[in-house]
């Protein structure tokens, strides 16, 4: 199925990029989530609007994210939510939680559909988050989950 990344998909493509997937992919994750349209010949125009869109918020040149790399290791992130007696959370930290953390702690603004969390957290204590800048630079960072 020939369909329309609507956002940033690892190990598939960027916003506004047209690719070949398998129906089921499309059909039961990528288009319910948001990440992707279907493509039809109208809608060849919406690629346009989103790589126009994309190229707003990405970071253009590897200079510019190495810099922001930089500053995303200098930050100390700290979340705190709410978890139970075992350590446990009610629910799990979001990728749009820890850009907001790094935001809060003096850190660069960045767009949540950036950070890959790799498994849910689900726990209190230190976790490695990485956060794609460029499609050659990735930052490391250290977030830090405490009971609130």
């Given at each position: 199925m020939k369909i329309i990344?609507?956002?940033e998909v690892s190990g598939l493509g960027g916003a506004g990029d047209v690719v070949e997937v398998r129906d089921g992919y499309a059909r039961n994750y990528l288009v319910p989530r948001g990440f992707a349209i279907r493509w039809?010949?109208?809608g060849e125009k919406d690629v346009e609007q989103i790589r126009r869109a994309r190229r707003m918020r990405e970071i253009a040149t590897i200079?510019?994210?190495?810099?922001?790399?930089?500053q995303l290791e200098?930050?100390?992130?700290?979340?705190k939510v709410r978890a139970g007696d075992q350590g446990r959370l009610f629910g799990s930290v979001t990728p749009a939680d820890v850009a907001s953390a790094v935001k809060e702690a003096g850190g660069p603004d960045i767009d949540k559909r950036r950070v890959e969390l790799g498994a849910p957290i689900k726990t209190?204590?230190?976790h490695k988050v990485s956060?794609?800048?460029h499609a050659d630079?990735?930052?490391k960072i250290d977030v830090e989950?405490?009971?609130?």
């Open positions: 990344l609507t956002n039809t010949k109208g200079e510019q994210a190495n810099e922001v790399k930089a200098a930050v100390n992130v700290r979340l209190l204590g230190s956060v794609r800048l630079v990735e930052a989950v405490n009971a609130a």
